[in-house]
């Protein structure tokens, strides 16, 4: 490279120092010249390096003249996607046009057609995304249903020791609860039983939301038939308003659905929980529930049935009385009405808290537990059936109720015959449809639990069912309604034995 020299022509007015004349275009090599005079080497980098080239003349070593040639320069190609781009467009715009098909070979017009409905496998990696998303919810309903039973285990706790803050070290309770111990454990191969099918089976509907505190909760038992509108028991469950839970009318709901009925075992807010008043309040909200959502699960909306058993007799009663007071007086029909019940059933229920104190006290419910639990002496009167249908204001209420069946044991020593008795004149006397079942040599527990658990015939349920398909005429027009022979759960010598030791 030694001895390059850059020639370029240049006219007067372009030579450092001088303006071009207006309007006269820099010529496009101006630059270059500048560059050549500084430096020889810095022009051929510039010649060999940047994307412009230009033409530079070299002198020849034959001739010693230089001959001017005009630079050269080469425009950028442009990038690669603006020369791509076009193409695509112009691809697409052929591809889009229609073209007429080549005729087919004559193989393939041999060839049957392909079954366009066939389904197409998934691949595995869908498969495995499809199983994965499975477990996945699986794992999650596991998990909200431990992180509910363990709320529900420490709700339980807490209750039980504030319950045991009010009981003292009473001997009567401890006596009490060691005979409750003793019961359980005589009838434990009929609870297993019972356990497995309110957990495994599926007729059973656990936990179906009702309301907005934590123990609005009620269980469905569905009939294994599933043609037509089925009958339907709202079932209020009992515990001395303590020990209540809608789990305790698994027995009932699965002897009634046998028999084509649909349970709805209504749970509500125990002591301490709650008082009578939050209790009645459950209760309410929990018909309310199944005669707004019954139909959802097949149910007849017009064959809707109240039941409740010893303590959730009384709440029942008292729900139902609270309901035709305010339709009577105020019209509220809100929630629900009286009329969407068809008959109201109490088994082994006090409807007269003045006179069941006394004798609660004696039986281990201490008077200041139950006070507390009632709200007060004051509020006995309020909440006792038998005295609020007596009274001028619930008078005309009482033509708006539904028919009542009272089921009591004449042996039952936890709360007296004598109580359905009562009750049943005073509805009797005030106007009110009413009728009385006494079961000779019945306890407490034989009619809700013990006979159930024999097997075989039983008669309350039987009436109980005699008296719901009643109410459909081709039922009993087509002799529809069989009742099954229920199979024994507990030997007979057990029975007794825990009659024998029942703290009830």
Same mark, same amino acid.
């Given at each position: 490279?030694?001895g390059?020299?850059?020639s370029v !022509?240049?006219?007067e007015?372009?030579l450092?120092g001088r303006?071009?004349? $207006?309007g ?9 010249l500048?560059?050549a005079?500084?430096? !020889?080497r810095a022009?051929?980098r510039?010649?060999l390096?940047?994307?412009r080239?230009?033409c530079?003349a070299?002198?020849s070593r034959?001739?010693p003249?230089f001959?001017p ?5 080469t425009?950028?190609?442009p990038?690669r996607e603006s020369?791509?781009a076009p193409?695509?467009?112009e691809?697409?715009a052929?591809t889009?046009?229609t073209?007429?098909p080549?005729? !087919?070979s004559p ?9 366009? $409905?066939?389904?197409?496998?998934p691949?595995?990696g869908?498969r495995?995304r499809a ?6 919810q699986?794992s999650g309903?596991f998990r ?10 420490f709700? =339980?706790?807490r @209750?039980t020791l ?9 001997y009567?309770?401890i006596?009490?609860f060691?005979?409750l111990c ?6 434990m191969?009929?609870?297993i039983?019972?356990?497995?099918y309110?957990?495994f089976?599926?007729?059973?509907h656990?936990?179906?939301v009702?309301g907005d505190q934590?123990?609005?909760r009620? +269980? @469905?038992?569905m !009939?294994?038939?599933?043609?037509? @509108?089925?009958p339907?028991?709202? /079932? ?5 308003w303590?020990?209540g ?10 002897r009634?659905?046998?028999?084509g009925?649909?349970?709805a075992?209504? +749970? ?5 929980q709650?008082?009578i008043?939050?209790?009645?309040e459950?209760a309410s909200q929990?018909i309310?529930f199944?005669?707004k959502?019954?139909?959802s ?7 809707i ?5 010893s ?6 009663a008292?729900?139902?009385l609270?309901q035709?007071?305010?339709?009577s ?6 929630s ?5 019940l068809?008959?109201?059933?109490g088994?082994?229920?006090?409807y007269?808290?003045l006179n069941l104190v $006394?004798?609660?006290?004696?039986r281990?419910l201490?008077r200041?537990i /139950?006070?507390?639990?009632m709200?007060?002496?004051v509020?006995?009167?309020?909440f006792s059936?038998?005295m609020m249908?007596m009274e001028?204001?619930a008078r005309?209420?009482?033509s708006l109720?539904?028919?009542?069946i ?5 042996s ?6 004598a ?5 049943a004149d005073?509805l ?5 449809r009413?009728?009385l /079942? =006494?079961?000779e040599g ?5 009619l /809700?639990?013990q +006979?159930p658990?024999?097997g075989g015939?039983?008669k309350?349920?039987?009436?109980i ?6 109410? +459909?005429p081709?039922?009993a ?5 069989v009742?099954?022979v ?7 010598f057990?029975l007794k034995?825990?009659?024998r030791?029942?703290?009830?």
């Amino acid at each position: 490279m030694r001895g390059l020299r850059v020639s370029v !022509p240049v006219t007067e007015s372009h030579l450092p120092g001088r303006h071009p004349p $207006d309007g006269a275009p820099d010529p496009p090599y101006a630059s270059v010249l500048s560059l050549a005079e500084a430096s !020889p080497r810095a022009a051929a980098r510039f010649r060999l390096g940047g994307r412009r080239s230009c033409c530079l003349a070299t002198r020849s070593r034959r001739s010693p003249s230089f001959e001017p040639v005009p630079i050269r320069t080469t425009e950028k190609p442009p990038p690669r996607e603006s020369r791509v781009a076009p193409m695509k467009v112009e691809l697409a715009a052929q591809t889009s046009q229609t073209s007429t098909p080549l005729p !087919p070979s004559p193989e393939a017009a041999s060839a049957s057609p392909p079954a366009e $409905d066939a389904p197409l496998l998934p691949d595995a990696g869908v498969r495995r995304r499809a199983a994965c998303g499975r477990f996945a919810q699986r794992s999650g309903s596991f998990r909200r249903e431990v992180g509910r039973a363990a709320a529900e285990t420490f709700l =339980l706790t807490r @209750l039980t020791l504030i319950l045991l803050r009010y009981l003292g070290i009473g001997y009567r309770w401890i006596r009490q609860f060691l005979a409750l111990c003793c019961y359980t454990l005589l009838l434990m191969p009929g609870f297993i039983q019972v356990v497995y099918y309110y957990f495994f089976s599926s007729q059973v509907h656990r936990s179906v939301v009702y309301g907005d505190q934590p123990r609005n909760r009620l +269980d @469905l038992y569905m !009939p294994t038939s599933t043609t037509g @509108l089925k009958p339907v028991v709202a /079932f209020v469950t009992g515990g001395a308003w303590i020990i209540g839970y809608k789990g305790w009318g698994a027995l009932l709901g699965r002897r009634l659905a046998e028999r084509g009925i649909i349970v709805a075992c209504i +749970d509500y807010r125990n002591f301490p929980q709650g008082t009578i008043g939050d209790m009645v309040e459950d209760a309410s909200q929990g018909i309310a529930f199944v005669c707004k959502n019954i139909t959802s699960y097949g149910g007849d909306p017009s064959r809707i049935y109240l039941v409740g058993q010893s303590a959730g007799a009384h709440i029942a009663a008292c729900a139902l009385l609270n309901q035709a007071i305010r339709e009577s007086g105020e019209g509220d029909t809100s929630s629900w009405s009286v009329s969407q019940l068809k008959a109201y059933f109490g088994i082994s229920g006090g409807y007269n808290l003045l006179n069941l104190v $006394d004798h609660f006290h004696r039986r281990g419910l201490y008077r200041s537990i /139950f006070l507390s639990i009632m709200e007060g002496e004051v509020s006995l009167q309020k909440f006792s059936p038998q005295m609020m249908i007596m009274e001028s204001s619930a008078r005309s209420a009482v033509s708006l109720l539904p028919r009542i069946i009272l089921f009591h044991g004449t042996s039952d020593y936890s709360i007296p015959p004598a109580e359905s008795q009562a009750f049943a004149d005073a509805l009797q006397q005030q106007g009110a449809r009413a009728d009385l /079942f =006494l079961y000779e040599g019945k306890t407490h527990t034989d009619l /809700f639990l013990q +006979d159930p658990l024999r097997g075989g015939r039983d008669k309350m349920l039987e009436e109980i069912a005699r008296v719901i398909h009643s109410e +459909d005429p081709d039922a009993a027009a087509q002799h529809l309604v069989v009742v099954p022979v229920a199979r024994r759960l507990v030997p007979e010598f057990m029975l007794k034995l825990a009659g024998r030791v029942s703290p009830f």
